[in-house]
């Protein structure tokens, strides 16, 4: 199953980490977490709360300890193709979050959305339709482009999901309506 994942940072510096982390399956089910920082995660950034609202306070009185979300993460997300939508940027948060919960680094790992979404239209048009392909990416991309962040990690990842359930949506026309 597919499933699209988010993540909120302390900044996008090197020492960066996650602050929150949500995925949402190709169903539509989904969870979304705060993350207790470790004692050795300090950086912080007030660009990056201002970003996404969340602060270092409600993070410690809220937050999931990393050894429990990691474990979380990988019973519902290991068995799963995972997609993000910045997988440089996200693949490092979630190497900080599993290490932080004394899991392997990769014990998770994630392709780019773009990859997820070319499936779906291929599945949809079939071999020997790349223009058509091309075209219905590229719309997707712009409407990617246009969407407003919430930078919230849930939300980020819905939006995710709408877009691929978009890429499937206008292949699918395409298809029906080929001579």
């Given at each position: 199953?597919?499933v699209?994942?988010?993540?909120?940072?302390?900044?996008l510096?090197?020492?960066?980490?996650?602050?929150?982390?949500?995925?949402?399956?190709?169903?539509?089910?989904?969870?979304?977490?705060?993350?207790?920082?470790?004692p050795?995660?300090?950086?912080?950034?007030?660009?990056a709360?201002?970003?996404?609202?969340?602060?270092?306070?409600?993070?410690a009185?809220?937050?999931?300890?990393?050894?429990?979300?990691?474990r979380r993460?990988?019973?519902?997300?290991?068995?799963?193709?995972?997609?993000?939508?910045?997988?440089?940027?996200?693949?490092?948060?979630?190497?900080?979050?599993l290490?932080g919960?004394?899991?392997?680094?990769?014990?998770?790992?994630?392709?780019?959305?773009?990859?997820?979404?070319?499936?779906?239209?291929a599945?949809?048009?079939?071999?020997?339709r790349?223009?058509?392909?091309?075209?219905?990416?590229k719309?997707?991309?712009?409407?990617g482009?246009e969407?407003?962040?919430?930078?919230?990690?849930?939300?980020?990842?819905e939006?995710?999901r709408?877009?691929?359930?978009?890429a499937?949506?206008r292949?699918?026309?395409?298809?029906?309506?080929?001579?």
């Amino acid at each position: 199953m597919i499933v699209f994942l988010d993540f909120e940072a302390s900044s996008l510096n090197r020492k960066s980490f996650p602050v929150e982390v949500a995925w949402v399956f190709e169903t539509g089910e989904g969870e979304s977490h705060l993350i207790r920082p470790q004692p050795d995660w300090t950086d912080w950034e007030t660009e990056a709360e201002g970003i996404h609202g969340i602060t270092r306070e409600r993070l410690a009185r809220e937050g999931m300890a990393a050894d429990v979300l990691a474990r979380r993460m990988l019973e519902m997300l290991g068995p799963h193709d995972l997609f993000a939508s910045a997988p440089s940027w996200d693949g490092k948060w979630l190497s900080v979050l599993l290490r932080g919960g004394g899991q392997p680094r990769h014990a998770l790992r994630l392709k780019d959305t773009e990859e997820a979404r070319a499936a779906i239209v291929a599945r949809h048009l079939g071999p020997g339709r790349a223009d058509e392909a091309a075209a219905i990416l590229k719309e997707i991309e712009q409407m990617g482009r246009e969407a407003v962040p919430e930078h919230r990690a849930l939300g980020d990842a819905e939006r995710e999901r709408r877009l691929w359930l978009e890429a499937g949506r206008r292949a699918e026309a395409v298809a029906r309506n080929a001579p």
